[in-house]
């Protein structure tokens, strides 16, 4: 019979009480297998030993020290350990505690390091449609959802957006002749001599959009973008708060697309959600314009209570090492291929539009049913977790998924068996 997707999921969530590894155990009993990672974020797998024996360590010697005018050697350490790891020259830092706050931090250092430089005409920025940038007004105003802008503006004043279609992101990296994008790049080309280059700040995107659909760049499009900045004297800034740490195979996106931006966001998999943290890494010009240039720390009053919290260090370190001393990052890049090949195999079922990853960064597109937008994804997400116990997110009228790194080959087996099954259940 086929299956009859119900409004239960959404009405009656179904309490998760305690998390291990890849899975999550709901208060009914059951346990199920966490195929999106918490909320793209618990890369290292839940209650990773190396996490909470670090955090547990933390609180017995220093719960709070502020980082302003003063510090603590958990969060120098941490910055650091960051720089080894960002793309070469990013050797600078600044604490957030969330990827909301990283990209309003990055957007006025964006705006702050013109200033220094005596560029004060430089305000505008250029976000792209169909991109998340979280819910601070910043975010909300150069993040490509309508429905957001409309909601809470007028937002930021010059703020515009880089066009951003399905199109552009379907098929991106299908196993055919790779589409290129870098026609599609020289749209910033014409925003530009729209509004002045001179009156513009920073570029912002979302290296591979990830709440809005999973959106891989097609090939050549963050080169060309980079280019294009790197001409009119824009800074390039790159939201990795889902993509960085691993997620895409590579420490970051921007390794793996060989582009460098002038400052990247963070947040999510740098503590393994363990506790609250972003980090907004960028050059040391970038930095030095916004702390020590002619707009001073002091007078900018930037910075959070809790920027660098002794806790979230603790965390974020243990995280790291995960990543790289145990090995995860390259794991993420091992499976992946097996991980395409799952995906690959949906391709081609009733009412599947495209597959599309990167790492273990995953969508599947479906058709959208007349009943409404996301209600077929949605349906299909309902029929894994009820029928199969796998958690997948859907996002629009996409199923995503970032599973932890931790996982193996036959948990991957396990979430595309299940989500063919759903697919099939749910073909209208
Ligand atoms: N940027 C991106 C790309 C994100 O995916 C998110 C969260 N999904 C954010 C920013 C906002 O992060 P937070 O929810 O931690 O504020």
């Not at 960051?82 to 969330?98: C, E, I, K, R």
């Not at 005409?121 to 940038?133: A, C, F, K, N, V």
């Amino acid at each position: 019979m086929p299956f009859t997707p119900n409004r239960k999921f959404k009405q009656s969530p179904r309490l998760i009480v305690a998390g291990e590894g890849l899975h999550y155990d709901l208060a009914d009993g059951r346990r199920v297998l966490d195929a999106i990672a918490g909320l793209w974020c618990v890369n290292a797998g839940h209650r990773n030993p190396r996490v909470s024996a670090a955090m547990k360590a933390q609180i017995d010697v220093l719960d709070y020290a502020s980082n302003f005018q003063i510090g603590h050697p958990a969060a120098f350490k941490l910055a650091q350990r960051l720089a080894q790891m960002a793309p070469a020259g990013m050797d600078h830092v600044f604490f957030t505690n969330s990827g909301s706050e990283s990209v309003d931090t990055a957007l006025k250092i964006a705006v702050a390091y013109h200033r220094a430089r005596g560029d004060a005409g430089r305000y505008r920025l250029i976000g792209r449609e169909r991109s998340y940038h979280g819910v601070g007004f910043g975010g909300i105003s150069v993040g490509g959802i309508g429905r957001q802008r409309s909601t809470f503006g007028p937002l930021l004043n010059g703020v515009d957006h880089l066009p951003h279609t399905l199109d552009l992101a379907r098929n991106a990296f299908s196993r055919g002749e790779p589409p290129h994008g870098i026609d599609k790049a020289d749209a910033l080309e014409a925003l530009v001599s729209l509004h002045d280059a001179s009156t513009i700040a920073a570029v912002i995107v979302e290296p591979v959009a990830g709440s809005t659909g999973v959106l891989p760049p097609p090939r050549g499009y963050l080169k060309r973008l980079r280019e294009i900045c790197d001409k009119h004297g824009i800074l390039l800034i790159f939201d990795e708060v889902i993509t960085g740490f691993g997620r895409v195979g590579r420490n970051f996106a921007s390794d793996l697309f060989g582009v460098t931006p002038d400052l990247i966001t963070t947040a999510k998999g740098l503590t393994n959600g363990a506790v609250p943290m972003g980090a907004v890494l960028m050059r040391g010009a970038v930095h030095d314009a916004f702390m020590q240039g002619n707009v001073s720390a002091v007078e900018l009053s930037h910075g959070y209570t809790y920027s660098g919290h002794p806790l979230a260090c603790a965390a974020a370190m243990a995280t790291l090492d995960a990543y790289t001393e145990d090995g995860l990052i390259a794991r993420a890049a091992e499976l992946s291929p097996y991980f395409e090949d799952g995906l690959h195999s949906l391709r081609g079922l009733p009412g599947v539009i495209d597959v599309r990853n990167v790492g273990l960064l995953a969508g599947i597109e479906l058709q959208g049913w007349a009943s409404g937008p996301g209600t077929h994804a949605q349906a299909v997400a309902q029929h894994c977790l009820d029928e199969s116990g796998v958690l997948v997110r859907s996002v629009g009228d996409t199923i995503a998924l970032s599973p932890p790194f931790t996982l193996e080959r036959r948990h991957i087996d396990q979430i595309i068996d299940s989500l063919r099954a759903a697919i099939a259940q749910t073909a209208q």
